[in-house]
């Protein structure tokens, strides 16, 4: 009598699965990690935008910012608004917006009130799961410490 001798063992069935759980394993590391990375990329963009966007609204608005060191606060939502910028879409959730808190302070690095003056943008993005931030070092202690905002210079 001839067996028929098709399929596969159970030695074979828990290699190839062992096998299959490894390079799953390996594929979503890799997919999570690319994900994080892209969400912070869209984040540095949304304040690159943000930024140019306020140096728009300054230069058609016509503002100067006197030398007395004083600033200027420009919302997210005005530039929103005054179609400077598109909605900032939070990159975590898709369903909610970085304009709540969200600004661009505008201070005067150097000039005389002219439009070749230089200017200091600190842009801060407020997300749900995402504050814009940099490291900022100490002048007392030497060390670097946690600032709100991001620097821009024009």
Same mark, same amino acid.
């Given at each position: 009598?001839?067996?028929?001798?098709?399929?596969?063992?159970?030695?074979?069935?828990?290699?190839?699965? *062992?096998?299959?759980?490894?390079?799953?394993?390996?594929?979503?590391?890799?997919?999570?990690?690319?994900?994080?990375?892209?969400?912070?990329?869209? +984040?540095? *963009?949304?304040?690159?935008?943000?930024?140019?966007?306020?140096?728009?609204?300054?230069?058609?608005?016509?503002?100067?910012?006197?030398?007395?060191?004083?600033?200027?606060?420009?919302?997210?939502? /005005?530039?929103?608004?005054?179609?400077?910028?598109?909605?900032?879409? /939070?990159?975590?959730?898709?369903?909610?917006?970085?304009?709540?808190?969200?600004?661009?302070?505008?201070?005067?690095?150097?000039?005389?009130?002219?439009?070749? /003056?230089?200017?200091? +943008?600190?842009?801060?993005?407020?997300?749900?799961?995402?504050?814009?931030?940099?490291?900022?070092?100490? *002048?007392?202690?030497?060390?670097?410490?946690?600032?709100?905002?991001?620097?821009?210079?024009?």
């Amino acid at each position: 009598m001839k067996l028929n001798q098709k399929g596969f063992t159970m030695v074979e069935l828990l290699a190839a699965v *062992a096998i299959l759980s490894i390079l799953s394993g390996v594929a979503i590391t890799a997919v999570t990690k690319y994900q994080v990375k892209a969400r912070q990329e869209s +984040y540095k *963009a949304m304040e690159s935008s943000a930024f140019s966007a306020a140096q728009n609204y300054i230069q058609e608005r016509g503002i100067i910012i006197p030398n007395d060191g004083s600033t200027i606060e420009i919302e997210i939502e /005005d530039l929103v608004e005054g179609g400077y910028l598109p909605n900032l879409q /939070d990159p975590s959730s898709k369903s909610s917006y970085c304009h709540s808190g969200s600004k661009v302070t505008v201070s005067k690095k150097k000039g005389s009130g002219t439009k070749l /003056d230089k200017y200091t +943008y600190l842009v801060v993005i407020k997300c749900k799961n995402y504050n814009s931030s940099h490291y900022e070092t100490n *002048a007392i202690t030497g060390n670097k410490e946690l600032k709100p905002g991001v620097y821009y210079y024009s």
